[in-house]
């Protein structure tokens, strides 16, 4: 798969997905992200990538031409299954939403910046709108990160044990149950004896009950689903 992500802050995002299982999965030559600076694309002397907004009121708005130029020349080079655009306004994003884009081979994210980008960049390009959650970052750059992220650990032979991504929360609209690791008992607090006994099939009831209760606790509204 391969993700193109499109930025006036390159830095943001360099650091975030070149580590641990994001720097495997490029490794493994599974995952390509490449990262388009935008600056590139800008308007005169001062590569302009914004401008005030018409109707007045504070805020920058990111440009339509800039975008454009920069969205149509890498839509030359590939066809993208989605043009993602990061936005608090845009639908929250969950594990079913990541389950289907780790099944498209190019995605085109758009970070936005300041007020937005100019809402015709919405309507002739963007097929997708995403937000992370009910909160307003700085930008759309932490938000990709996000995304890449989630949809690129599920990508086939990313994750050493093929099987543990589907163990995840949330792939099966459960919480994950709790996990221990040695020792057995840490000044006072002991692993629950099922995990020491061996018994399997035991284990694997203990860990959906426990998964069950937990997400009766915690997120109700998941089984409602
Ligand atoms: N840009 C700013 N806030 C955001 C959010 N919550 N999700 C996605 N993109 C954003």
């Known amino acids: 798969m391969r993700i193109d992500i499109i930025t006036v802050l390159p830095e943001l995002l360099h650091s975030p997905l070149q580590h641990s299982i994001m720097k495997r999965a490029q490794e493994r030559g599974l995952l390509e ?3 388009e600076d935008l600056r590139a694309y800008g308007l005169g002397k001062h590569k302009q990538v914004d401008d005030y907004q018409y109707g007045g009121g504070a805020g920058m708005v990111m440009m339509i031409e800039p975008l454009s130029n920069c969205v149509e020349t890498l839509k030359a080079q590939r066809t993208y299954q989605e043009i993602i655009y ?6 929250r994003l969950n594990q079913s939403i990541c389950n289907q884009l780790s099944l498209k081979e190019n995605l085109l994210l758009i970070c936005g910046h300041y007020k937005g980008i100019d809402e015709r960049v919405r309507e002739k390009y963007v097929t997708l709108e995403i937000s992370i959650g009910d909160y307003v970052l700085s930008g759309g750059e932490l938000a990709a990160a996000v995304l890449v992220d ?3 650990r599920l990508l086939p032979g990313v994750l050493n044990d093929e099987t543990s991504a589907l163990f995840d929360s949330f792939q099966d609209n ?4 709790p996990v221990y690791t040695r020792p057995v008992e840490f000044k006072g607090q002991k692993v629950p004896d099922i995990l020491l006994s061996g018994n399997f099939s035991a284990i694997e009831e203990w860990r959906y009950e426990q998964a069950l209760q937990r997400t009766q606790q915690r997120r109700p509204d998941l089984l409602a689903e």
């Open 33 to 35: 992200v490449c990262i």
């Open 86 to 91: 990061l936005t608090p306004d845009g639908v």
């Open 150 to 152: 989630s949809i690129g």
């Open 174 to 177: 459960l919480l994950a149950p």
